[in-house]
Nanobody
Framework: QVQLVESGGGLVQAGGSLRLSCAAS????????MGWFRQAPGKEREFVAS????????YYADSVKDRFTISRDNTKNTVYLQMNSLKPEDTAVYHC???????????WGQGTQVTVSS
């Protein structure tokens, strides 16, 4: 089992920034690919970004490319999501996830709320 706990969400004005963190425990963190997903009210969960085990390779949804940056620190068992130039449509609950296979996630955090006001 991998336990994931997100933090860093909050209320921010459009154009502002937030940095989300996801602390992992329970297994060897560097064995897992990590991802960030989000779910807005009334909408399906959507992919935001992912990062390889070493942190060399990253992937982003088109909607966040050039605004969000995913990174990880394997010495701290933590993955981050730096979110800049936030828009009201970024409002959602953000979840981190861990998985061994590409695009397959086995463990999920409870999420952290991000609200962007216009």
């Amino acid at each position: 089992q991998v336990q994931l706990v997100e933090s860093g969400g909050g209320l921010v004005q459009a154009g502002g920034s937030l940095r989300l963190s996801c602390a992992a425990s329970g297994r060897t963190f560097s064995d897992y690919r990590m991802g960030w997903f989000r779910q807005a009210p009334g909408k399906e969960r959507e992919f935001v970004a992912s990062i390889s085990r070493s942190g060399v390779n990253t992937y982003y949804a088109d909607s966040v490319k050039d605004r969000f940056t995913i990174s990880r620190d394997n010495t701290k068992n933590t993955v981050y999501l730096q979110m800049n130039s936030l828009k009201p449509e970024d409002t959602a609950v953000y979840h981190c996830a861990a998985g061994r296979a590409f695009n397959q996630y086995d463990f999920w955090g409870q999420g952290t709320q991000v609200t962007v006001s216009s």
